[in-house]
């Protein structure tokens, strides 16, 4: 019922030894720019929770196709109308933040109300990442319900900026459109464009682009303790093809892009040392009230959310 996406192969690295996780992960010297994503089955690729709950909502009246996501590259995707869709997903936020308000909440970026709607339960078109790939073995590891003891688990690494920073008329070998020549054509000097175009692909509105890579407002994170301890970044990606399709189509000679395929046997240790070595546990990842204050408001209105557009 989900899209796979076979095509990222080529960049797959298994791990089969607490050794190798040391070596390629936890003592790995990464760029500055990796952001890593954590997934407890191997079969799971980079789509958001709203995308899921979609297909899910909708499984009999979508058609499948080939469609092209790289060059000579196809895979099959349902076909979404992304208008719709798009408005769809909005309507949840909208909504969840009016609950947000109507409990008591600061007024709050459209940044910040898709990433606590996120973080607490109701699909958005965020993808989750983390600045910290501890946290991320621990999403990959931890399986509260068992459902995927059976499963190698995955680790993404990915510069979640790539699609940002490769629209800034600085990184451009070859100057496109409007901004070839900034200073003529807009009085503004490249810094200047480089500027607007990182907050255009930085800042989520209802005319913003498919894929934005927002901004976590700093004041704002105090807010939810949960995405601090979780050293939480997001993806916004309100897309019909999988976020897998840029990580395979960018940055494809540096090997910076990795998805590393871990032994379900590992599962267990690698909880274990993240709890001993590190205190990354449980009750880290997902702090109590007494660590989170506004935990109670912020459920609060999720539930209600929930409610009104008959969410699980």
């Known amino acids: 019922m989900f899209p796979t ?9 298994r791990i089969d030894t607490m050794e190798e996780l040391e ?14 994503r954590g997934m407890p089955s ?13 297909l899910q909502d909708n499984k009999d009246s979508l058609n499948w196709s080939e469609q092209q996501v790289g060059i000579g590259v196809t895979m099959s995707l349902p076909e979404v109308g992304k208008q719709q869709y798009k408005e769809s997903s909005f309507e949840i936020l909208d909504y969840f933040y009016k609950c947000l308000r109507e409990l008591g909440s600061k007024e709050l970026s459209f940044n ?36 995927f003891t059976d499963k190698d688990c995955t680790l993404y690494v990915s510069d979640i900026l790539w699609h940002v920073k490769a629209m800034m008329p600085s990184n451009q070998t070859i100057p496109m459109g409007y901004f070839k020549h900034p200073t003529e054509n807009r009085g503004m000097t490249e810094a200047e464009a480089d500027e607007m175009m990182f907050n255009m692909f930085t800042t ?23 995405i601090h301890n979780q050293k939480g970044v997001f993806v916004y990606h309100c897309d ?35 709890n001993n070595e590190y205190k990354i546990n449980e009750k880290f990842v997902y702090p109590d009230v007494e660590e989170d204050p506004n935990l109670d408001l912020i459920l609060a209105a999720a539930e209600k959310t ?3 557009f008959d969410l699980p």
């Open 5 to 13: 996406f076979p095509h990222r192969k080529w960049y797959e690295q």
């Open 23 to 36: 070596q390629h992960v936890l003592n790995a010297h990464f760029p500055e720019d990796a952001y890593f």
């Open 42 to 54: 191997a079969d799971f690729i980079c789509i958001s929770s709203f995308y899921r709950q979609y």
């Open 112 to 147: 910040s109300i898709a990433y606590l709607a996120q973080h607490y339960g109701l699909p958005t078109n965020l993808i989750d990442f983390s600045a910290d790939p501890k946290i991320s073995l621990f999403f990959a590891c931890f399986d509260e319900k068992e459902w």
């Open 204 to 226: 989520i509105d209802k005319d913003s682009s498919e894929t934005v890579t927002p901004k976590i407002e700093l004041d704002e994170v105090k807010y939810s303790a949960r």
């Open 240 to 274: 019909d093809v999988p976020f897998d399709r840029i990580m395979h189509t960018s940055n494809c000679n540096d090997g910076f892009n990795k998805v590393f395929v871990i032994n379900k046997e590992l599962k267990p240790k690698i909880l274990e040392k993240l």
């Open 306 to 308: 929930k409610q009104k």
